[in-house]
């Protein structure tokens, strides 16, 4: 730290203890009679610690704001009276996890992800099938948005109009918080998006803002002309160039530009105003108060702008995010939070931390994994493992294969040239096999936002098809149906087995294929990520316990997994070494926890594979090994072979 910081950094200290001893007499004073003094003291201890780091965020954002000190303790009032409202069980889970704050890091935590009308119908729904979650092993829910929406266009549920108000189809908001109570009764962390880079054009701001009001005017980015746009956009991409191009819509009634980023009916928030962060904090605050105990925060890149830039992954998106993570640490420290940034693999760590986002999306994995399917080879994902697979000490991954969302090629161009690709031929290669236009391609999937003049796409799809059950099925090819499910199993068993949270995307346990019926729909046709959104077939599901059917084979596999990893504690926390044993098709990776060890191999070919015994006894494994996720013992003296993708847990036998 040179003179000037340190110098700098005692003054901050000094502010921050200044208006540490203006503010709390106030508070105290302000919220005296509302609250025993006991609990107080419990509220007053957290901001004490954590007082520094809100001011030194909030300081960097807003200092140049004449009336800052209003702006710091509004924020504050509202912490402490958001925190009031919090209910006592989730006040009690609160000290709970102040004790084991690296709680996420449990071998047991398996995540799912769905939309509750297309899962369940409504809340009341959801409550019925917690039954199915808890035989499936699920401990973390992610709800995809819940939120009240306009009719019609609303990028699935991200353009929210209220983050007060849930849809009126899925069940009020006091049937969220009850579901969310049952859930955590039942071992389930309920997860939901924050959707703070924007709001709907129908959300009460926006409302406002339309009718001339000012104050909410400057809730959002507008310009009376295009001379800033213009300006703004010489440096920036779009992101959904078929639909709209640029990052700014014209609204004759206001007769100005709206900064919006994704769609025209999504207008982008100004973060720049302490009163719009205020009063996002404390819609954040009030979803912590339902009992979300994750808040997945939604296109984190995008929330800062900068004439001159990209207006992605600027420096002070961290401090928003570093900042609103303290209020949380100070008003509802049970709820962590995880970041969506599908940007450069290392930009997306810089948003990973105890002090920003512990839990992070791992977007890198998932390109990668389809990556090595199409290519049968693992170099790539070695190589990109090996370099940005480790993260900081109490944060963890969530490992993904499917979402709600496209597959976006989201992996770096030096780890696809280090082994031997040409990056952008790769990409559009691998967009070629996925939409099933490469000869010899088994997956059947479909482009999202394609560029025809570059042959850039991302890929829609379910799982299955893309894995190529769907083909195999219309082909009535039974070799390669069981190919299909072996592809199946084995990216659930590198998912389900690596460091981090694995997230099942709920359909995919009974190999859900592509639904083409969304283009009939009005509201969303045009949108081919509809075809991997159906509604989910639950007299399908009933076939789960069919040993014979595709389902049976498929969820019974995958619920075996996941019982092998709660009940090796190996995979407790995020230690995982990536192990190059000298066969480009097999993927292999230590999951190592104090004296416990296992050896994942995966063989991403439909060729049988070999691999030197002598090499796998250097690494410490012995002639005689157990593959705990087949419940047998072999004995390996000269080669380990093994089978068209075949998945295997190593453990030594001593």
């Not at 110098?7 to 009679?33: C, Q, T, V």
């Not at 014979?548 to 926390?573: C, E, T, V």
Request: aromatic share 14%; charged share 25%; hydrophobic share 40%.
């Amino acid at each position: 730290m040179s003179f000037q910081e340190e110098k700098n950094y005692s003054w901050l200290n000094k502010e921050a203890d200044y208006s540490l001893r203006r503010i709390l007499p106030r508070l105290k004073s302000h919220f005296r009679d509302q609250i025993e003094s006991a609990e107080w003291e419990v509220f007053e201890r957290r901001l004490q610690q954590n007082f520094n780091n809100f001011f030194y965020g909030f300081h960097r954002l807003y200092h140049k704001e004449y009336d800052f000190f209003f702006y710091l303790e509004s924020a504050l009032r509202s912490a402490a009276e958001m925190w009031m409202e919090r209910p006592d069980e989730l006040k009690a889970l609160d000290a709970l996890r102040e004790n084991e704050p690296d709680w996420f890091l449990s071998h047991r935590m398996v995540g799912a992800m769905c939309y509750v009308d297309l899962f369940a119908g409504n809340f009341q729904g959801l409550k019925d099938h917690i039954p199915y979650l808890k035989e499936l092993g699920i401990t973390y829910l992610h709800l995809m948005p819940v939120f009240k929406v306009p009719e019609g266009d609303n990028d699935g549920g991200y353009a929210v109009s209220s983050y007060r108000e849930s849809r009126p189809d899925l069940g009020a908001m006091s049937e969220l918080a009850d579901l969310a109570t049952l859930l955590r009764h039942n071992g389930i962390s309920l997860v939901l998006d924050f959707v703070f880079n924007h709001t709907s054009d129908e959300h009460e701001w926006a409302l406002n803002a339309l009718s001339g009001d000012v104050e909410y005017q400057e809730y959002y980015r507008m310009y009376p002309d295009r001379s800033m746009p213009d300006a703004f956009e010489k440096s920036m991409g779009e992101i959904f160039p078929e639909d709209h191009p640029g990052a700014f819509t014209y609204h004759n009634r206001l007769k100005k530009w709206v900064w919006t980023t994704f769609n025209n009916y999504q207008w982008d928030l100004n973060y720049e105003n302490p009163e719009l962060f205020n009063r996002m904090a404390e819609e954040m605050l009030f979803l912590a108060n339902q009992g979300v105990e994750v808040l997945r925060f939604d296109a984190v890149a995008f929330i800062w702008k900068q004439l001159g830039t990209s207006c992605q992954n600027l420096p002070e998106a961290h401090l928003i995010l570093q900042t609103f993570n303290t209020l949380a640490k100070i008003a509802a420290p049970a709820m962590v939070f995880k970041s969506e940034a599908i940007v450069h693999p290392d930009e997306v760590k810089k948003y990973i931390g105890t002090n920003e986002c512990p839990l992070s999306y791992n977007p890198e994995l998932m390109a990668l994994l389809w990556e090595t399917l199409a290519t049968r080879d693992v170099r790539v994902l070695n190589h990109a493992m090996r370099r940005r697979f480790e993260i900081p000490h109490g944060c963890a991954w969530v490992n993904y294969l499917r979402c709600h969302d496209d597959i976006g090629w989201a992996f770096a161009n030096e780890d696809v040239a280090a082994a031997g690709f040409q990056p952008d031929e790769h990409r559009r290669f691998l967009t070629q096999f996925y939409t099933g236009n490469f000869k010899g391609s088994f997956a059947k999937g479909m482009p999202f936002m394609e560029n025809p003049s570059t042959g850039d796409a991302r890929i829609s799809g379910s799982l299955a098809s893309l894995a190529g059950l769907e083909k195999a099925l219309d082909d009535q090819d039974e070799e390669e149906v069981d190919l299909a499910i072996r592809r199946i199993l084995l990216l659930h068993g590198v998912m389900i087995t690596m460091g981090g949270i694995p997230l099942l995307y709920l359909g995919d346990e009974i190999a859900t294929l592509n639904d083409y019926s969304y283009d009939n729909d009005s509201a969303k046709t045009g949108d081919s990520r509809w075809v991997h959104r159906p509604k989910f077939d639950w007299n399908k599901a009933e076939s789960r316990f069919d040993e014979s059917s595709i389902a049976g084979k498929i969820f019974q596999q995958i619920q075996r997994l996941i019982q092998l990893r709660k009940q090796n504690m190996a995979f407790n926390g995020l230690e995982t070494e990536f192990i190059d044993l000298g066969n480009p098709h097999v993927f292999a990776f230590f999951r190592n926890y104090e004296q416990r060890s296992v050896l994942v191999l995966a063989n991403f070919s439909e060729k049988r594979q070999s691999l030197q015994a002598r090499l796998l006894r250097q690494l410490g494994m012995r002639k005689t090994m157990i593959d705990l996720f087949a419940g047998k013992s072999f004995t390996a003296t000269h080669e380990l072979l093994l089978d068209p993708y075949q998945f295997m847990t190593l453990s030594r036998v001593f």
